[in-house]
């Protein structure tokens, strides 16, 4: 998972660290706030990664607000239509916290939403409250939505036909709880977790994820933070 920062700012880095792995069966994601529009139409990335978009409202004007960018500057619903038309590996990534989606309707909303637009994937997480791994945390708590709340959308799931699958963990210090239906379409519920959990859990987990990060100077990290793990080599 290749993150950022917005890693699109680097594409040309981003290609090179794909094309470094081109041997392997690793599958490659990316995330992104969806700023760099013109992805849609960059035939490497469509057919060579795996896209994680952010976006944290359904309406497209409230979306580019929570970024802070002009409703022009990132990608509407039409071009997210556009996006999964080109690549059926889209995942409608949202941070929900107070203000935002911040109770159950509006979540299960979100989720119907992603699936009309045409996304198979949903990943739904909470503010970060510990940086990765347990680090101090720079978030404001008073943005956290309730604790309660993701459980009563997990029984929602659970309740209109969605299977349990393997947890997905990850060296960025999370584990995505995963529920599909039959039709293929999956909602993952994401939380952070300690050094300890981590490591407790990495070993039996079927799914493994490995976060890179690229700062807008090109730097690359293993964590999202940026404040260690820089990159010096990459070995196979």
Not at 91 to 107: E, R, S
Not at 147 to 176: D, M, Q
Not at 216 to 226: A, R
Request: with cysteine; hydrophobic share 35%.
């Amino acid at each position: 998972v290749i993150g950022g920062g917005e890693p699109t700012i680097r594409l040309d880095d981003v290609k090179l660290l794909r094309d470094t792995f081109r041997n392997t069966n690793i599958d490659f994601h990316m995330f992104t706030n969806g700023s760099n529009v013109s992805i849609i139409d960059d035939d490497y990335i469509m057919s060579k990664f795996k896209i994680n978009l952010s976006r944290h409202a359904i309406d497209d004007y409230e979306n580019a607000k929570i970024f802070g960018l002009a409703s022009d500057r990132i990608m509407s619903t039409l071009d997210i239509y556009k996006l999964n038309a080109r690549n059926r590996n889209v995942t409608l990534n949202a941070t929900c916290f107070k203000g935002g989606l911040d109770n159950f309707n509006k979540i299960i909303n979100y989720i119907y939403y992603a699936k009309e637009i045409g996304c198979k994937k949903v990943l739904i997480q909470d503010l970060q409250k510990s940086i990765s791994l347990g680090k101090n945390s720079t978030c404001d708590n008073e943005l956290c939505i309730d604790n309660n709340i993701f459980p009563e959308v997990i029984s929602y799931l659970i309740n209109n036909g969605f299977r349990v699958k393997s947890p997905i963990y990850a060296t960025g210090g999370y584990v995505s709880y995963v529920f599909m239906n039959k039709d293929g379409f999956s909602v993952s519920i994401q939380r952070y977790i300690s050094q300890k959990e981590l490591e407790d859990n990495w070993g039996t987990s079927i799914k493994k994820t490995f976060d890179l990060s690229i700062a807008p100077n090109g730097d690359l990290y293993e964590n999202w933070n940026q404040v260690s793990g820089f990159v010096k080599t990459l070995k196979k």
